[in-house]
């Protein structure tokens, strides 16, 4: 880990993929490339300081509203140390998918509601911490201001500025880190940590290479980066980079 002239901390990593990884299934997602291997695609993906930082706070005694959950991931990871946890998502079935995931492990203190996270108030959930992971807008942060108390946190891992840097084009959802200190700086937040954790995994072949992102493929020709990470990989490209913004804010 180093610290730019920023003062933000910076953490990089390269990893090397074989051409072929037994017992492993490449899959790729929205949010996030992975090699999932049974349980552990529960909670894989969440990064250990992001949790850190949550669990600093006493837990115990809050409401967490945990926007753009998803299936649960984060509130499923978090439910056992709360009071109470509610996550929102617009997909019905992915709201469905995590009650059943909540009832299957038993846990009774997660609520799972149908919402979007940029049109609704917070406020009726009464949260006394908002936390998002790999979705966010502008939008979630105004409506997180105005719903948390002085002194409550806001947490959530975002798209950071480098995220797939070798498709040619930046996520519109990807902050680096001066935009992110703005908008929460505009809505009452004082930030307490920001970290870029950046990953660049290498691959062996163009066949490994491929196979990596075979998830976003639709995804990424109906936006244009398809054919530019085509034409990386054909130039002889052999990465891939995933980047986050890892971030803590407490309301002033």
């Given at each position: 880990?180093?610290?730019?002239?920023?003062?933000?901390?910076?953490?990089?990593?390269?990893?090397?993929?074989?051409?072929?990884?037994?017992?492993?299934?490449?899959?790729?997602?929205?949010?996030?490339?992975?090699?999932?291997?049974?349980?552990?695609a529960?909670?894989?993906?969440?990064?250990?300081?992001?949790?850190?930082?949550?669990?600093?706070?006493?837990?115990?005694?809050?409401?967490?509203?945990?926007?753009?959950?998803?299936?649960?991931?984060?509130?499923?990871?978090?439910?056992?140390?709360?009071?109470?946890?509610?996550?929102?998502?617009?997909?019905?079935?992915?709201?469905?998918?995590?009650?059943?995931?909540?009832?299957?492990a038993?846990?009774?203190?997660?609520?799972?509601?149908?919402?979007?996270?940029?049109?609704?108030?917070?406020?009726?959930?009464?949260?006394?911490?908002?936390?998002?992971?790999?979705?966010?807008?502008?939008?979630?942060?105004?409506?997180?201001?105005?719903?948390?108390?002085?002194?409550?946190?806001?947490?959530?891992?975002?798209?950071?500025?480098?995220?797939?840097?070798?498709?040619?084009?930046?996520?519109?959802?990807?902050?680096?880190?001066?935009?992110?200190?703005?908008?929460?700086d505009?809505?009452?937040?004082?930030?307490?940590?920001?970290?870029?954790?950046?990953?660049?995994?290498?691959?062996?072949?163009?066949?490994?290479?491929?196979?990596?992102?075979?998830?976003?493929?639709?995804?990424?020709?109906?936006?244009?980066?398809?054919?530019?990470?085509?034409?990386?990989?054909?130039?002889?490209?052999?990465?891939?980079?995933?980047?986050?913004?890892?971030?803590?804010?407490?309301?002033?």
């Amino acid at each position: 880990m180093a610290n730019d002239e920023r003062g933000i901390s910076t953490t990089e990593r390269t990893l090397i993929s074989p051409n072929v990884i037994d017992g492993m299934t490449l899959m790729g997602g929205q949010d996030t490339i992975e090699c999932v291997t049974g349980a552990e695609a529960k909670t894989r993906g969440i990064s250990p300081t992001f949790l850190g930082l949550l669990g600093a706070e006493p837990l115990a005694g809050l409401t967490v509203l945990d926007v753009g959950t998803g299936w649960g991931r984060l509130a499923l990871e978090l439910a056992p140390r709360c009071r109470r946890i509610v996550g929102i998502d617009r997909e019905p079935s992915l709201i469905e998918d995590a009650r059943r995931r909540a009832a299957a492990a038993g846990i009774a203190n997660a609520e799972f509601v149908v919402a979007d996270a940029e049109a609704g108030e917070y406020q009726a959930f009464t949260p006394g911490m908002v936390v998002a992971h790999l979705c966010m807008s502008d939008a979630i942060v105004e409506r997180a201001g105005r719903a948390l108390a002085p002194g409550r946190v806001f947490g959530f891992v975002a798209f950071e500025a480098e995220q797939w840097r070798e498709t040619g084009r930046r996520s519109r959802f990807a902050y680096d880190e001066s935009r992110a200190r703005a908008v929460l700086d505009t809505n009452g937040f004082a930030v307490e940590h920001l970290e870029v954790d950046r990953e660049s995994q290498r691959y062996d072949s163009l066949e490994a290479a491929l196979a990596a992102v075979v998830g976003l493929e639709e995804k990424w020709r109906s936006d244009g980066r398809w054919f530019r990470y085509i034409k990386y990989l054909e130039e002889g490209g052999r990465m891939l980079t995933r980047s986050h913004l890892i971030v803590k804010a407490r309301r002033r």
